[in-house]
C-alpha cells in the first residue's frame, strides 16, 4: 500500500485516482449505506469537492482501496464554508445543527470527512493498515499548512479504532443516529500527532494517462 495526498491544483498528477475516489465513495456511501447525497450511477461528489479540498487516498497495486477529504475551518466557497459548519448554521438537512457545540473558524482546526476503506481490503489487519495511511495523510497535509487539530463527523465505533492506532481521538459532539443508515455518530477531534512513527509515504506518482490521441 502507498499513500498519496493532492488537492486540485495537482489531481492530475496522480492519473484517475481522484475519480476512482470519487467511485468508491458512491459505492460506500449510496449504495450500501444509503445516504441521500449528490452522485450519478457512477460517482458521488458533494458541494465540498471544491479547490479548498484536499484529499488522501490509499492505492493498491495500482488500485484506490481507501481515502478521505480534509479541509481548513476557514475554507469558504460561494456559499459554503466546511460541511460542519454548515451544518450547525442549518444549512444541511441530514445533519443536526446542535451536532457541535460552537461554530469553529479557526486555522488551528481542520475538518476531515468521507472516510472510506474498500470491502477489497478484507482483512483485519490491512484495514488497520489502509485506516492508518488515510489518517496520517490528512495529518500531514493539515499539519504542513499550520494545522494542530483535526476534527470530523464519524461513527463512534472509529475513535476506538483511532486509539488502539495510536491516533489521540476524542469525542468532543453529543452522539445522533442518522435517519438514512440506522448508525450513531458524534464530532471527534485529535491532535495533528501520533504515538506511533509514521508508515512510509509513497515512492512514485500514477503517471496520468493521455486525454487525447497523439497526433498523426
Known amino acids: ?124 489487519a490491512a484495514r488497520s493498515t489502509c485506516l492508518t495511511m488515510i489518517v496520517q495523510g490528512l495529518i500531514d497535509v493539515a499539519a504542513d499548512q499550520g494545522a494542530t487539530t483535526l476534527m470530523s463527523l464519524s461513527p463512534l465505533a472509529l475513535m476506538r479504532a483511532l486509539r488502539q492506532l495510536g491516533f489521540g481521538a476524542e469525542r468532543i459532539g453529543e452522539p445522533y443516529v442518522n435517519d438514512n443508515d440506522g448508525r450513531r455518530y458524534a464530532v471527534l477531534s485529535m491532535p495533528t500527532t501520533r504515538i506511533m512513527p509514521p508508515l512510509p509515504r509513497a515512492t512514485h506518482r500514477v503517471q496520468p494517462q493521455p486525454v487525447h490521441a497523439p497526433s498523426v
Open 1 to 124: 500500500m502507498e499513500n498519496i495526498t493532492f488537492n486540485m491544483r495537482d489531481l492530475h498528477v496522480h492519473g484517475t485516482a481522484f475519480y476512482d475516489f470519487l467511485r468508491l465513495r458512491k459505492r460506500f456511501f449510496v449504495d450500501t449505506l444509503g445516504w441521500h447525497i449528490p452522485h450519478d450511477d457512477d460517482v458521488e461528489m458533494d458541494q465540498y469537492d471544491n479547490p479548498k479540498a484536499w484529499y488522501s487516498v490509499v492505492l493498491r497495486d495500482g488500485e484506490v482501496i481507501g481515502g478521505a477529504r480534509a479541509m481548513a475551518t476557514t475554507a469558504t466557497w460561494g456559499s459554503h464554508s466546511y460541511m460542519l459548519r454548515d451544518a450547525v448554521q442549518g444549512k444541511l438537512i441530514d445533519i443536526p445543527a446542535e451536532v457541535l457545540a460552537q461554530d469553529i473558524v479557526s486555522p488551528d482546526m481542520w475538518e476531515c470527512t468521507r472516510l472510506v476503506i474498500s470491502d477489497a481490503v478484507d482483512t483485519q
